[in-house]
Antibody, heavy 119, light 110 residues
Framework: QVTLKESGPALVKPTETLTLTCHFS??????????MNWIRQPPGKALEWLAR???????FYSTSLKTRLTISKDTSKNQVVLTMTNMDPVDTATYYC???????????WGQGILVTVSP | QSVLTQPPSVSAAPRQRVTISCSGS????????VNWYQQFPGKAPKLLVY???LLPSGVSDRFSGSKSDTSASLAISGLQSEDEADYYC???????????FGGGTKLTVL
């Protein structure tokens, strides 16, 4: 059974750096074809893709946010970490991690973590 | 402003059929498979259709997907009240080198 769960702070201050961890089970990120992603959704708004890391260490970032994002993996711990620098209130959102398979679709999602950016 | 364009809302009566459109460009829908996600309030999205027209195990065959050129559609037949949700299309974009989503469509079952 595949499970994913996000963890991190619920509240960060403007200009701070956000660090989120996705712990997953039921598969290994060392398996060929496995890819992990971060996606966010501001309250009442659409989904926005942020970053992707592959089993072979390929990494992709949203062009609009790439200067602020870093994605990494720890395969021994079954974890993927996202850092986002210089947080702003507009970054308030639910952040999801999701597994990506095959023809670039997300087949498993975490429950999401709401991160609020406020002084 | 989302890269993929969806209608903000659609509605139909129970047992009717409804379609949700998703318009893109040659760098995304025109060259890559389209996937659809269903999201209920306060819940994570769920994969509904992948690779244009394939259904994951467990998804009702009342849902179907199609694609033509740079546009895709999600059809839901035999509408039920439990289908009320937000629906998002998504695809890889070769120019942006990332996943692009539609703005989402809220389905109301009258």
């Amino acid at each position: 059974q595949v499970t994913l769960k996000e963890s991190g702070p619920a509240l960060v201050k403007p200009t701070e750096t956000l660090t989120l961890t996705c712990h997953f089970s039921g598969f290994s990120l060392t398996t060929s074809g496995m890819r992990m992603n971060w996606i966010r959704q501001p309250p009442g708004k659409a989904l926005e893709w942020l970053a992707r890391i592959d089993w072979d260490d390929d990494i992709f970032y949203s062009t609009s946010l790439k200067t602020r994002l870093t994605i990494s993996k720890d395969t021994s711990k079954n974890q993927v970490v996202l850092t986002m620098t210089n947080m702003d209130p507009v970054d308030t959102a639910t952040y999801y991690c999701a597994r990506m398979r095959g023809d670039i679709f997300f087949d498993s999602w975490g429950q999401g973590i709401l991160v609020t950016v406020s002084p | 402003q989302s890269v993929l364009t969806q209608p903000p809302s659609v509605s139909a009566a129970p047992r009717q059929r409804v379609t949700i459109s998703c318009s893109g460009s040659s760098s995304n829908i025109g060259d890559n498979p389209v996937n659809w996600y269903q999201q209920f309030p306060g819940k994570a999205p769920k994969l509904l259709v992948y690779s244009d027209d394939l259904l994951p195990s467990g998804v009702s065959d009342r849902f179907s997907g199609s694609k033509s050129d740079t546009s895709a559609s999600l059809a839901i037949s035999g509408l039920q009240s439990e289908d009320e949700a937000d629906y998002y299309c998504a695809a890889w974009d070769d120019r942006l080198n990332g996943v692009v989503f539609g703005g989402g469509t809220k389905l109301t079952v009258l």
